[in-house]
């Protein structure tokens, strides 16, 4: 830790004076702090203070001439380890969000290359503000890093969400992301096919399924919250790529098997989509008619299995390969039989049968894997990604 360097960026809150006590912390921990105090920030807290306890000069203006001969503003966005923006006002959020760079500290967020951990702090209806959510949506998905704010009473007389972080919080929050603890699966590639598969009988009609692509998609967006490399096959879908992730859109099983494989090499395969199993075996090129031969008799031909297929790749099979296994009755047995048919690692098994798992929000999984099952109870889709994703990094790490 000791040769980590973090710039701080102080905003213009009342909260500021929690960042003098996270400055002494940061310095405490041996972590080097060069701070940049904001025109409104030192109306809360004075330069004085701020250098006296990081053991650095102050930085705030864009165009100090001196500043600038010593370090440029592009130099010093890069300087240190990590970004540290405390308190992050909505103003900060809203100027970071939309790529405004109008004084120094604004301008280091636009130009660094380094992380970014940013605590909140503002009051609560501008926390709770639809234009806020906005903003904080945007930052998470450009890869910023969000510690708070934490709940209760504010400065301002009213209670709620808002309230900066404690120091001590924050203190921890920049020590697992200097260390890449928050993003265990940073440089690793994680495939995951999601979505149904669409098999053309002519140039209008196909043979698909329910499935939405919902959960194949939460856990994209969970593999890549935590640093990895996401490639999503995807099969044709009304959803957006989760931030971060690289989507291949195809339509049919013989399609995504060969986005597949040209997305290999990986470090995990996750296979939740919903596989066409069988296509029409001859597919026409103009649109079927209607005729006094009565309706087309269709031949169905299976597809490949793309989940066997990859746990089956040899040198290019990935380190851990996970399957889903959708089922509408003996969901544990028949999950069981699909791990070992298709020689994956571990395999999630949902129940189908109710009709509110596929295109619904929600799932409860039951996670079979070589030490033995457990079972995920109800919650969102995106909470069993989250749960999955963090399961992976654990057994990777
Ligand atoms: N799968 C696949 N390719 C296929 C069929 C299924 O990759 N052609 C994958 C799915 O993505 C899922 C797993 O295999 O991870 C199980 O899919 P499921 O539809 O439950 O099983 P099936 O293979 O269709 O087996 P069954 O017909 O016996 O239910």
């Known amino acids: 830790m000791s040769a980590k360097r973090v710039l701080l960026i102080v905003g213009g809150g009342i909260a500021a004076y929690k960042a003098l006590e996270l400055t002494r912390l940061l310095r405490k921990a041996e972590i080097a702090v060069t701070p940049i105090l904001t025109a409104a920030g030192a109306r809360f807290v004075t330069p004085m203070a701020l250098a006296a306890l990081a053991e650095s000069a102050v930085r705030s203006d864009l165009f100090s001439l001196e500043d600038e001969a010593a370090m440029g503003h592009i130099e010093l966005s890069r300087s240190a380890d990590l970004v540290v923006v405390a308190p992050a006002t909505a103003d900060l959020m809203a100027k970071a969000a939309a790529g405004l760079a109008d004084d120094l500290a604004s301008t280091a967020l636009l130009a ?5 951990l940013m605590a909140p702090a503002m009051n609560v209806r501008m926390w709770l503000h639809p234009a806020t959510k906005r903003n904080l949506a945007a930052l998470e998905a450009d890869g910023v890093a969000i510690v708070g704010p934490g709940e209760g009473a504010m400065a301002c007389g009213e209670h709620g969400p808002g309230r900066m972080a404690e120091p001590e919080e924050i203190l921890a929050a920049v020590q ?5 603890e928050d993003r265990p699966l940073q440089g690793r590639h994680v495939l995951i096919t999601a979505g149904p598969t669409a098999e053309p009988l002519d140039p209008v009609r196909v043979l698909t399924n329910r499935s939405s692509g919902k959960q194949g998609y939460a856990i994209a967006g969970a593999c890549a919250a935590l640093g990895a490399r996401v490639t999503l096959v995807s099969g044709p879908t009304a959803l957006a790529a989760p931030p971060g992730v690289e989507r291949r859109s195809v339509e049919t099983a013989q399609e995504m098997l060969a986005a597949c494989r040209t997305a290999l090499p990986a470090d995990v395969a996750i296979c939740v989509a919903a596989v066409s199993d069988w296509r029409p075996d001859t597919v026409f090129g103009v649109k079927l008619k209607k005729g006094k ?50 020689g994956c690692d571990w395999i ?24 033995g099952a457990e079972c995920w109870p109800k919650a969102s889709k995106t909470e069993i990604a989250r749960r999955l994703a963090a399961k992976v990094a654990e057994t990777l790490a």
């Open 293 to 342: 031969e009565g309706p087309p008799a269709v031949r169905l031909v299976e597809n490949p299995d793309i989940l066997a297929t990859l746990a089956s790749a040899g040198a290019e099979r990935p380190r851990l390969v996970v399957g889903f296994a959708a089922e509408t009755g003996d969901l544990e047995a028949n999950a069981r039989a699909k791990l070992i048919r298709k």
């Open 112 to 116: 660094t290359d380094k992380r970014v």
């Open 176 to 180: 697992a992301a200097l260390a890449g």
């Open 348 to 371: 999630v098994g949902n129940d189908v049968s109710e009709g509110a798992v596929m295109g619904g929000d929600d799932n409860a999984v039951l996670v079979i894997d070589g030490a």
